[in-house]
């Protein structure tokens, strides 16, 4: 009886060290939280990047058979670990046949997504660009899908706001394309005959309140943030609103770290915008002074940036608005030539007839990742990076992003790489997802890079691979293998076999 006890008494304190990992903390006290043990693993590590999906039950939001509310449908979802969600939950959304309760979101028109990228995101705010049968639908159809858009990609609360373009260009809300639509919001309170005749109210000179999403340039010239807030309009017109976009823009963004501040957009144009219309084209018109050019050079912006904030400023909040044609002084910009961009830096950009469009901006939009560096005082310290908008969910683009260490553009500086300098995305032979764990199969380059590692050092490097992952949706553990194994010990102390946890007790 003795015995029996003894071999059990065995077997739980194994079991407890197995379930605190096997890195030590700096100071002597307990890790927490560090891995899972490797309970009869039978996962084959990736050789390449496949399997980066998750199913999940969202809700889909279609009209009622009436037409009068938007109806909450459940489905199960099978969405991507490696792009944001709001693509697909799109896509599903117009597939979508009805219920017994509810009917196709735009009725007998079959909806489409225009183009590749139809589906931007950045920041709080997804843009959803529709193909050319949206034009089918009357305004106040095309209410009803903007809203049972913003209800479907508003649901988990990392989007707040969403704005609806036709073949990217603001339809607005009435036939003269004067009356802007905004961002539109999550509301399932009230029906949609309420929501169509608030947003619908004929405009007049009395000031009004619109979301607008406003794009700024983001640090080092590396593209366009975009921050949505609500912004008060005192004029009915089209230029009006553009004087007040450009006010808005000047006075700064609100929520985006780090972002340069915009010259006085208003105080230097030479003239007041006009829309013009001529040769069938809907562009607005601005005229700037040749005060300009310096006052962009003080604010550390380039042309190309403030082109790009400025076009997808105004094509996406202006109705009918196609392009923007700029000039500076007596120059009319037909060329730019951007530099420090993630893409196309050095690519000289044409315009033709100074036309600019919003597609033509297309590789400067970004949004914000979340990446783990090292601080002085030994632990992990979050950053906010911002990247092309479509890479923030890939978990390959985000190590690529570790590789390269702390940037000056990140939102928090002073801090220390934590991956070993030398690695290289060739090191990483595969990426593959499995119930709702990410796999990483590292080369034997990670441990002889990081050979010189001491414990502390070591354990930074995979919490800060696993805390960065982890910030991804669908994503709660990950595990890391070495040419396909999982050996005892990484470096020097690290436990590998198994799955990590994020480890909240190395962040400060």
């Known amino acids: 009886m003795r015995n029996r006890f003894a071999r059990l008494l065995c077997v739980l304190m194994a079991g407890a060290l197995l379930l605190t990992g096997c890195a030590s903390n700096t100071e002597g006290a307990p890790a927490a939280q560090l891995t899972l043990p490797p309970v009869n693993l039978k996962r084959a590590a990736p050789e390449n990047d496949v399997n980066q999906s998750y199913r ?12 009068s509310q938007l109806i909450a449908v459940p489905v199960t979802a099978t969405l991507s670990a490696a792009r944001h969600r709001a693509e697909t939950l799109c896509e599903m959304l117009f597939a979508h046949t009805g219920t017994d309760n509810a009917r196709p979101v735009a009725g007998d028109v079959t909806l489409t997504l225009s183009g590749t990228e139809a589906v931007e995101v950045s920041g709080n705010v997804a843009t959803v660009s529709l193909g050319a049968s949206a034009l089918r639908l009357s305004h106040e159809e095309l209410f009803a899908v903007g809203q049972a858009l913003a209800n479907t990609l508003c649901q988990f609360g990392d989007l707040q706001y969403v704005n609806v373009l036709i073949a990217g260009v603001q339809p607005g809300l009435n036939v003269a394309a004067t009356l802007p639509a905004g961002c539109f919001q999550n509301n399932t309170r009230e029906d949609l005959a309420t929501l169509w005749a608030r947003a619908s109210a004929p405009s007049s000179a009395a000031r ?6 406003l794009y700024y340039p983001a640090p080092a010239g590396k593209g366009i943030l975009c921050e949505a807030r609500m912004l008060s309009f005192s004029g009915a ?57 310096a006052a962009l050079t003080d604010s550390g912006i380039t042309r190309s940036v403030m082109a790009a904030a400025l076009t997808y400023t105004f094509t996406t909040f202006l109705p009918g608005i196609e392009g ?13 030539t951007p530099s420090g961009t993630y893409f196309g830096a050095g690519d000289t950009m044409l315009f033709q007839d100074g036309l600019m469009r919003r597609r033509d901006f297309s590789a400067f939009l970004l949004a914000h990742c979340t990446l783990f560096f090292a601080n002085s005082r030994g632990k992990l310290t979050r950053v906010y990076r911002p990247i092309p908008f479509y890479e923030t969910h890939n978990a390959r683009a985000l190590i690529q992003q570790l590789m390269m260490g702390p940037q000056p553009y990140d939102s928090q500086l002073g801090l220390s790489a934590v991956l070993p300098q030398g690695l290289r995305d060739a090191d990483l032979i595969g990426v593959s997802f499995e119930n709702n764990t990410l796999l990483l199969n590292f080369s034997a380059q990670l441990q002889a890079l990081a050979e010189d590692f001491d414990a502390p050092a070591e354990r930074r490097m995979v919490y800060a691979l696993v805390n960065t992952l982890c910030e991804l949706q669908g994503i709660d553990k990950a595990a890391v293998y070495i040419l396909g194994s999982q050996p005892d010990i ?19």
Do not use: H, W
């Open 490 to 508: 990484l470096i020097r102390e690290v436990f590998l076999p198994g799955d990590f946890l994020p480890n909240y007790n190395l962040i400060e």
């Open 208 to 213: 009004r309140s619109f979301a607008a999403a």
């Open 324 to 336: 923007v044609e700029m000039r500076i002084g007596g120059e009319l910009l037909t060329s730019l």
């Open 56 to 67: 999940q039950t969202v809700l889909l939001y279609l009209p009622s058979l009436d037409g």
């Open 237 to 293: 017109d089209l230029p009006a609103m553009a004087v007040t976009l450009l006010e808005a823009l000047s006075a700064g963004a609100e929520s985006l770290p780090g972002v340069p501040r915009c010259p006085d957009f208003k105080g230097l144009l030479s003239a007041d915008p006009v829309v013009d219309d001529a040769g069938g084209t809907r562009r607005l018109v601005l005229r700037f002074s040749e005060d300009m050019n």
